[in-house]
């Protein structure tokens, strides 16, 4: 979840991620504006309210994923307190303001001495900081430190700013060149298609650089500029990838330790070794979280990053372990019971009897490894143990793979390991999916448009963003 300001309207933007045999499908819950101000508080008032309209139990809310502001932090602490009270059987509507009071927890992340919320113990409501969030951080904190490159990407600006007078630009359309590009200074990657396009436009600037010095260039900056734009290249080519939506949290640390090897060769740029630095500070407690450890041990392509260290196995599997009790303490014990029956009973009828075997086949088939909940604690240990073993003696997948396929072509066998796959899998490394909607959400609310009333912006939004979903209601109307 995360929010944003358009046309003087601050709106919350709030997806939600499951997976569905074998790939994650995602859906947009609500784009609501907010009238209150930002406290965590209100912010988790909201999304309790919206959960509750769509029939959504606190408990059965995994993980969060959010930003590094200080209010999502504190909203995501609340609600993983909230969860546990409900756990004890205490409901929220009957918490005090001051079982909720946003002190406490701004006390609390004050008293972590970290920038981002490191967990050694389950809870809840897992916190998951946003990767790309984490990456811009750190990528902005290699610039500060990094004068040479932050001189010269300054200069650049300004050659930008230059080229974007109206004389200018015609000369450039004459000669059938690109528009000059200014970045947005929040923004790392607007450095990147500024350098680039610096580069593109190199001879027109060195020409304009005889009347004017302050398109001047020296040939060794123009080497930096190259250098530079390799480096961001490999940067943006990160985001990029990061930003899809059958990305897992196994997939981004993959990409996090893949970028960190393309750089090291080119570590003699300042820079450079700067942003190797920053990853290093931003990323040190990847592989200390257990969520992280478990999505890498579960994930056939990449779980021989954990061979270096046993421990970071051994915590993956109580991870697991931990995270089996929930998923038997949330489902009744009838489930598998009432799902095989309403199976067969929905094929009564001799219209078809073709169609009323494979029904009942299926419902055979579906009901055959459904895993189940009284399974204890020392079984599921004992059923990773094994996997652990078995998965030593298998051919590594190729990363072309998602994780999910090898778990869907072993669900019979694996019914319990398949079924936590499927959590851990769905966890969202970061929130670009609600920034993708804020984007969409520029055409729907722009300044043609705003005297939009909230409820038809909210409904507006919910039906482009699901739009999927109101396609198939309407197929099956015809």
């Known amino acids: 979840?995360?929010?944003?300001?358009?046309?003087?309207?601050?709106?919350?933007?709030?997806?939600?991620q499951y997976i569905v045999d074998k790939r994650i499908v995602l859906r947009t819950l609500a784009m609501i504006r907010l009238k209150e101000s930002h406290t965590a508080v209100h912010l988790v008032e909201v999304v309790l309210g919206i959960l509750a309209e769509f029939g959504i139990a606190l408990d059965q809310l995994f993980s969060v994923t959010t930003d590094n502001a200080g209010y999502m932090l504190l909203s995501s602490e609340i609600l993983d307190e909230i969860a546990e009270e409900d756990s004890d059987g205490t409901e929220y509507a009957e918490m005090s303001e001051e079982q909720i009071d946003e002190e406490f927890y701004r006390q609390l992340l004050k008293d972590t001495e970290q920038e981002f919320l490191h967990y050694t113990t389950p809870e809840?409501?897992?916190?998951?900081?946003c990767g790309a969030h984490r990456f811009q951080l750190a990528i902005q904190d290699a610039f500060a430190e990094s004068s040479k490159a932050d001189n010269l990407i300054g200069k650049i600006r300004g050659v930008m700013k230059k080229l974007r007078t109206p004389n200018l630009c015609n000369a450039l359309n004459e000669q059938n060149m690109k528009k000059p590009f200014l970045d947005n200074k929040r923004r790392w990657n607007g450095k990147y298609f500024m350098v680039k396009r610096c580069l593109e436009l190199r001879e027109f600037v060195d020409m304009m650089a005889v009347t004017d010095k302050t398109f001047k260039i020296t040939d060794a900056e123009w080497l930096d500029l190259e250098e530079l734009r390799d480096v961001l290249h490999d940067c943006a080519e990160f985001t990029k990838t990061i930003q899809g939506v059958q990305i897992t949290l196994s997939d981004f640390y993959a990409e996090w330790v893949q970028l960190k090897l393309k750089l090291q060769p080119k570590q003699r740029i300042k820079f450079v070794d700067n942003l190797i630095k920053h990853m290093g500070k931003r990323g040190n407690d990847l592989l200390?979280?257990?969520l992280v450890l478990a999505s890498l041990f579960l994930d056939m392509r990449y779980r021989v990053l954990l061979n270096t260290k046993p421990i970071q196995k051994q915590l993956a599997m109580n991870q697991l372990t931990l995270l089996w009790k929930r998923v038997c303490s949330l489902r009744p014990e009838n489930q598998q019971v009432e799902n095989t029956s309403e199976a067969t009973s929905d094929t009564g009828g001799t219209e078809n009897d073709s169609n009323v075997m494979d029904s009942y086949l299926d419902s055979l088939e579906s009901s055959s490894y459904q895993p189940s909940t009284n399974t204890a604690s020392e079984d599921i240990m004992f059923k990773l143990q094994q996997y652990n073993v078995e998965a030593e003696q298998k051919k590594r997948e190729p990363k072309t793979r998602h994780p999910m396929d090898f778990w869907y072509e072993n669900r019979h066998t694996m019914p319990e390991l398949y079924e936590l796959a499927k959590l851990v899998f769905a966890v969202c490394p970061t929130e670009t999916s609600v920034?993708?909607?804020?984007?969409?959400?520029?055409?729907?609310?722009?300044?043609?448009?705003?005297?939009l009333t909230d409820k038809n912006l909210e409904t507006i939004m919910f039906v482009r963003l699901n739009k999927e979903l109101f396609d198939r209601v309407i197929i099956k109307l015809q």
């Open 124 to 129: 809840h409501v897992k916190s998951i900081p």
């Open 288 to 290: 200390t979280d257990p």
């Open 1 to 16: 979840m995360d929010i944003a300001t358009k046309n003087n309207r601050a709106i919350l933007g709030i997806n939600i």
């Open 435 to 451: 920034e993708r909607n804020f984007s969409g959400l520029s055409y729907v609310l722009n300044r043609y448009r705003g005297n």
